[in-house]
């Protein structure tokens, strides 16, 4: 490969809640100082972002003047040719882009202009833990569609339950996450159609979170929910940013893309109301050096990797964690584990399991924000050699400890 995905980076000390912030994702937890730490918690990644956005950083920040400015047209065109050569965009110019400072504002600004504040909205479960925040923080009432496995493992969305919801409790908002975090699902076309034609007969408005369009799993493609219909395009504000596929959430800087006009001014005018949600200088020269030729070729590599990562991860569970079952995901980087039938199996609590784990130096996160307790979730976004050091771990200390070692924890 020409990029570096193998190389450990020393990341403490430098302002990553992955390796400061151990507390803040797993409360209680106590590393035992033999073990070095391995963060796979925080949606981030234990990779350097590909070369170009470093370059452009520092080289925007020699010149000593940081003052109002506008964003610049190379910024917009740069989306532009990103949105058309990976997501198939038709139609796409400046004026259907609108900034945000984050997905999640983006997702309260367009509920915003869809609802009043009490309205329920429709979210799929489980859940990203930041659609709970975000709405309840704003005055929206979550009612949640499960989604279920079908026969295959395969997270399925389950349509006759969100149409009853939607009938039953007069709902006319909702939120996509596509692909699914935490569940790892790249939705099919004909899914999303079923589900926008679900939202089109009850009178629906859709915010589509599209924030891990970019990384996808063995030869899975994305489908941009507004891409299925003419009315998908006109029912559906769709979230992006660069900061998940390249490491830059610390930079702030995500995007909106509105095709119909009515309510791409209403939305424009809802996010200005703060007036804090301004674009960063430096992010925007970020996200043009990513939106790159260069970028690309880095992602295309970054997604060889994870799917080497997510395949070593699978097979060892399925080998050696009896009781811990896992759908091999088909996009983002992360893993939902199922761990309900180990912790009843062997008499301990998702909790205690979590902190044995961060016990051990492998920092990963409860699934109760997710509307899971069961699960954990884990990142896999680092070098395959910290993987396999993590895995062995868990193995030989958590999941299989001897039975010595056991009977005194």
Same mark, same amino acid.
């Given at each position: 490969?020409?990029?570096?995905?193998?190389? =450990?980076?020393?990341?403490?000390?430098?302002?990553?809640?992955? #390796?400061?912030?151990?507390?803040?994702?797993?409360?209680?937890?106590?590393?035992?100082?033999?073990?070095?730490?391995?963060?796979?918690?925080? !949606?981030?990644?234990?990779?350097?972002?590909?070369?170009? #956005?470093?370059?452009?950083?520092?080289? *925007?920040?020699?010149?000593?003047? /940081?003052?109002?400015?506008?964003?610049?047209?190379? /910024?917009?065109?740069?989306?532009? %040719?990103?949105?058309?050569?990976?997501?198939?965009?038709?139609?796409?110019?400046?004026?259907?882009?609108?900034?945000?400072?984050?997905?999640?504002?983006?997702?309260?600004?367009?509920?915003?202009?869809?609802?009043?504040?009490?309205?329920?909205?429709?979210?799929?479960?489980?859940?990203?833990?930041?659609?709970?925040?975000?709405?309840?923080?704003?005055?929206?009432?979550?009612?949640?569609?499960?989604?279920?496995?079908?026969?295959?493992?395969?997270?399925?969305?389950?349509?006759?339950?969100?149409?009853?919801?939607?009938?039953?409790?007069?709902?006319?908002?909702?939120?996509?996450?596509?692909?699914?975090?935490?569940?790892?699902?790249? &939705?099919?076309?004909?899914?999303?159609?079923?589900?926008?034609?679900?939202?089109?007969?009850?009178?629906? &408005?859709? #915010?589509?979170?599209?924030?891990?369009?970019?990384?996808?799993?063995?030869?899975?493609?994305?489908?941009?929910?507004?891409?299925?219909?003419?009315?998908? %395009? @006109?029912?559906?504000? !769709?979230?992006?940013?660069?900061?998940?596929?390249?490491?830059? !959430?610390?930079?702030?800087?995500? /995007?909106? =893309?509105?095709?119909?006009?009515?309510?791409?001014?209403?939305?424009?005018?809802?996010?200005?109301?703060?007036?804090?949600?301004?674009? @960063?200088?430096?992010?925007?020269?970020?996200?043009?050096?990513?939106?790159?030729?260069?970028?690309?070729?880095? #992602?295309?590599?970054?997604?060889?990797?994870?799917?080497?990562?997510?395949?070593?991860?699978?097979?060892?569970?399925?080998?050696?964690?009896?009781?811990?079952?896992?759908?091999?995901?088909?996009?983002?980087?992360?893993?939902?584990?199922?761990?309900?039938?180990?912790?009843?199996?062997?008499?301990?609590?998702?909790?205690?399991?979590?902190?044995?784990?961060? *016990?051990?130096?492998?920092?990963?996160?409860?699934?109760?924000?997710?509307?899971?307790?069961?699960?954990?979730?884990?990142?896999?976004?680092?070098?395959?050699?910290?993987?396999?050091?993590?895995? *062995?771990?868990?193995?030989?200390?958590?999941? @299989?400890?001897?039975?010595?070692?056991? !009977?005194?924890?």
């Amino acid at each position: 490969m020409k990029y570096d995905f193998t190389s =450990i980076m020393n990341r403490r000390g430098m302002d990553a809640l992955a #390796v400061d912030g151990i507390d803040h994702m797993v409360p209680g937890a106590v590393v035992d100082p033999e073990f070095d730490v391995i963060p796979m918690s925080v !949606a981030d990644m234990n990779f350097p972002t590909v070369p170009t #956005v470093p370059a452009a950083i520092i080289a *925007r920040a020699q010149h000593p003047a /940081y003052g109002y400015f506008i964003p610049r047209e190379e /910024y917009y065109e740069a989306i532009i %040719r990103w949105q058309t050569r990976r997501n198939g965009a038709v139609g796409l110019t400046k004026e259907h882009i609108g900034y945000e400072n984050g997905v999640l504002g983006g997702v309260v600004s367009a509920l915003n202009v869809f609802c009043s504040k009490g309205d329920k909205v429709l979210v799929h479960s489980p859940t990203y833990v930041g659609f709970t925040g975000s709405l309840t923080n704003n005055g929206y009432r979550i009612v949640h569609s499960p989604l279920r496995q079908d026969s295959q493992g395969v997270w399925r969305m389950d349509f006759e339950d969100m149409e009853r919801k939607l009938t039953e409790q007069h709902i006319h908002a909702a939120i996509l996450c596509s692909p699914h975090n935490p569940c790892g699902r790249v &939705w099919e076309r004909w899914e999303l159609e079923q589900a926008m034609e679900l939202f089109r007969k009850h009178g629906v &408005w859709v #915010v589509s979170d599209e924030i891990w369009s970019d990384i996808l799993l063995r030869g899975n493609r994305h489908i941009p929910t507004q891409s299925v219909s003419e009315d998908a %395009r @006109n029912r559906t504000v !769709a979230l992006y940013a660069p900061s998940k596929t390249f490491n830059l !959430a610390g930079l702030v800087g995500s /995007y909106h =893309i509105a095709y119909n006009p009515w309510l791409r001014d209403r939305l424009e005018k809802e996010t200005s109301l703060s007036h804090y949600n301004s674009m @960063n200088v430096l992010s925007m020269h970020a996200l043009m050096a990513a939106y790159s030729p260069e970028g690309e070729q880095w #992602v295309e590599e970054l997604c060889q990797t994870l799917t080497g990562n997510i395949d070593f991860a699978c097979d060892y569970i399925k080998a050696h964690f009896e009781g811990v079952e896992v759908f091999r995901p088909q996009g983002t980087y992360m893993l939902f584990l199922d761990c309900g039938k180990w912790c009843r199996a062997h008499g301990k609590t998702p909790e205690e399991l979590l902190l044995a784990g961060a *016990r051990v130096g492998v920092i990963w996160q409860s699934g109760a924000g997710f509307q899971a307790p069961d699960h954990i979730r884990m990142n896999l976004a680092l070098p395959l050699s910290r993987v396999e050091e993590a895995f *062995r771990r868990l193995d030989r200390y958590v999941f @299989n400890p001897p039975k010595e070692a056991e !009977a005194c924890q």
